[in-house]
């Protein structure tokens, strides 16, 4: 069993829903970090957070630590946030143990 | 502010080879990750180096090594290349462990 486990693998949605995604993770953790990956590869760090609730624009970061799980939402979805979602946790070496990631498509 | 930036951004490198990559870190981090990611999978954690030491390794063997600069730049080396180690390399710098990270765009090796 991965150490992050990351809900949907792969997630389709028209221009306007409201997405969700979902991270569990099962080691303990100083912090859970949100990133974005475009296809090129660049990575872009979007939340990190150790507890409660973090807000960006039409994004949201929820983290429940006794649950030991996360969730990303987007309202009001557009094409232009079609990209991998990537959850990671930060691990004993200082370094972090990422999710596999959810690639999201927004149709127009 | 600059932010992290990797060369060469692709490779093409043949099975037996050796293949150094680079990062320059964001302006005041001290510390640099490198990642592998194979295609459709998440990154995995190489190795990290804080202050020019190298303070963290993931599952990968000895021929992957590294090297951090007193400017706090990096290098990723790769000895003995095979398939397998084709991948996007991506580098990360932070100040530590709580302030987050800056990735770089990567650099992807093929190695035939």
């Known amino acids: 069993k991965n150490e992050v486990e990351q809900s949907p693998q792969n997630l389709t949605a028209q221009e306007g829903e409201f997405i969700t995604i979902n991270c569990s993770y099962s080691?303990?953790?100083?912090?859970l970090h949100w990133l974005q990956q475009h296809p090129g590869g660049g990575i872009v760090s979007l939340f990190m957070?150790?507890?409660g609730k973090k807000k960006h624009g039409r994004l949201i970061a929820t983290i429940n630590i006794q649950e030991k799980h996360s969730s990303l939402h987007i309202t009001a979805s557009h094409p232009r946030d079609s990209a991998v979602y990537i959850c990671?946790?930060?691990?004993?070496?200082?370094?972090?143990?990422f999710g596999k990631g959810t690639k999201l498509s927004v149709k127009p | 502010e600059t932010g992290v930036t990797q060369s060469p951004t692709h490779l093409i490198k043949t099975r037996g080879q050796q293949v150094t990559l680079r990062c320059s870190s964001q302006s005041g981090h001290n510390t640099v990750s490198w990642y592998q990611q194979a295609l459709g999978q998440g990154p995995q954690f190489i190795f990290q180096y804080y202050r020019e030491e190298e303070n963290g390794r993931g599952n990968f063997p000895p021929r992957f090594s590294g090297l951090q600069f007193p400017n706090y730049s990096s290098e990723l080396n790769v000895n003995a290349l095979e398939l397998d180690d084709s991948a996007l390399y991506l580098c990360?710098?932070?100040?530590?462990?709580?302030?987050?990270?800056?990735f770089g765009s990567g650099t992807r090796l093929t190695v035939v």
């Open positions: 990671a946790v930060g691990g004993s070496q200082g370094n972090l143990i």
């Open positions: 957070l150790s507890s």
């Open positions: 990360a710098s932070s100040l530590d462990s709580l302030s987050g990270y800056t």
């Open positions: 080691v303990g953790i100083s912090a």
